[in-house]
Every structure is written in C-alpha cells, then in structure tokens.
C-alpha cells in the first residue's frame, strides 16, 4: 500500500463510511487536533526514557493507543466501527483510570496554592504544552455537530487535567521547581 492515494488533492477526505467531507470540516479538524495531541505525547515519550518516569512512559503508551481510538471515534459519525471494533472504543473505565492516575500522582506532590508557569524540565514542559492541545482538542470536540459522544468529552477534559498533573510529577522527579504566577 502506498502512502500517497491522490485522493485528498482537491482538498477533500473520507471518514468512515466513505462520506468525503473537506479537509476543513470540524471532524477533519478535531480528529487533527487529536493527532497532534498523540504527537506531543510521543514527544514528552521519545524526551523522557529515565527510569524514575516509567510509570508516566507506561501510562502514556496507552493513552497514545486510546487517542487513536478517539480519533477512530471522531471520523465514525455514524457509528459504524466503534461498537464492532472494542479497540476502536473510549469508555467510561478509562475515564476513572484516568482520574485514578492523576490521585495517584497528586499525592507525592504539594498541593497547589497558586497558578503555575509551564515550564521545568524538557518533558514537563512539553507536558504542558500537551495539556493546550489537548484542551483545543476539546473544544474542537465539543463544537461537533452531530455531538461527539460524550464519554469523549468526558476523556479528554480528564487527560488535559491528567497532563497537568503528569507535568508537575516530572518536573517534580526532575528536582525542578515549579514557578509561582
């Protein structure tokens, strides 16, 4: 199979079921925002291989597969995979493993008791700066017209907090300190 189709020159795409839609369609757009996401994710990975991270390098390596699933579940609007296809579904477990890992996390860090500048370590920062994609991700998501399903809404409002948190976590471990606004 080659990379390139040809089919995408006119500026127009499929989703699944083969409905061709703009490349500027607000799913097209969503399911971008989702990329870049799961990009920035391998970024903080590829930054990050210190074994004091391995749990956070663990759990990314499975968010990065459920952001497929996501973006699997964005570009099926009539819902034609998702319930076929289990590794094609987000649901409402992996939302409370998320909020799990983010108490999991919390509790080696202080508590909060001022906004924080993004920064730290180069995994930490990149971190951050996952969390606002991850956030423009769901605002994409959350414009969608037909809805997105809500549990998708639901998971990646969770994972901007859980990235929040990861970011502290790392810079945390890093024995760098956390900037004060």
């Known amino acids: 199979m080659k990379i390139y189709t040809r089919t995408g020159d006119a500026g127009d795409t499929s989703l699944f079921g083969g409905v061709r839609v703009s490349k500027a369609d607000p799913r097209v757009d969503a399911c971008g925002e989702v990329d870049e996401l799961n990009a920035w994710i391998g970024w903080v990975r590829a930054s990050a291989p210190i074994p004091s ?3 956070i390098d663990a759990v990314l390596a499975l968010i990065q597969r459920e952001l497929f699933a996501l973006g699997a579940q964005l570009a099926d609007p009539g819902e034609k995979i998702a319930a076929g296809v289990t590794k094609a579904a987000v649901t409402a477990a992996q939302v409370t493993r998320l909020e799990e890992t983010i108490d999991q996390l919390e509790a080696e860090l202080r508590p909060l008791t001022a906004f924080i500048l993004a920064g730290g370590s180069p995994a930490g920062a990149a971190l951050h700066v996952a969390r606002t994609v991850c956030r423009r991700a769901e605002r ?14 639901q998971y990646v409002n969770r994972l901007s907090d859980l990235l ?3 970011a502290r976590a790392v810079n945390h471990r890093a024995g760098r300190s956390e900037t004060e606004w």
């Open 164 to 166: 929040f948190v990861m």
């Open 140 to 153: 994409r998501i959350v414009a969608l017209e037909p809805a997105a399903d809500p549990i998708l809404v």
């Open 53 to 55: 991270l391995a749990d």
